[in-house]
């Protein structure tokens, strides 16, 4: 099972995550995924600032073994960027 890994990942840091998703501030990981189908097998999930906000970066390998990333608000769950091993 993948869990969610902070970047920088002070104990702190994992309480202030784990409480943000609690009041609803931000979305669980399992909510990212619901929303966000990767069409693979996800490698890594962490949670990072991306220019000013909130982001879940997911790492995945599609059906072809192709390497994919993406980046995720948080907050609404909206993708940001993708990007493949190609691009």
């Given at each position: 099972?993948?869990?969610?890994?902070?970047?920088g990942?002070e104990?702190?840091?994992?309480?202030?995550?784990?409480?943000?998703?609690e009041?609803?501030e931000?979305?669980?990981?399992?909510?990212?995924?619901?929303l966000?189908?990767l069409?693979?097998?996800l490698?890594?999930?962490e949670?990072?600032?991306?220019?000013?906000?909130?982001?879940?970066?997911?790492?995945?390998?599609d059906?072809?073994?192709?390497?994919?990333?993406?980046?995720?608000?948080?907050?609404?769950?909206?993708?940001?960027?993708?990007?493949?091993e190609?691009?």
């Amino acid at each position: 099972e993948i869990g969610v890994r902070l970047v920088g990942s002070e104990m702190c840091i994992r309480d202030r995550v784990r409480a943000w998703v609690e009041q609803g501030e931000i979305l669980s990981l399992e909510s990212i995924l619901q929303l966000t189908p990767l069409g693979g097998e996800l490698l890594d999930a962490e949670v990072e600032w991306e220019k000013g906000m909130l982001t879940y970066e997911l790492k995945w390998l599609d059906a072809q073994g192709q390497r994919h990333e993406a980046y995720v608000d948080a907050r609404t769950g909206k993708v940001i960027k993708v990007e493949s091993e190609n691009d």
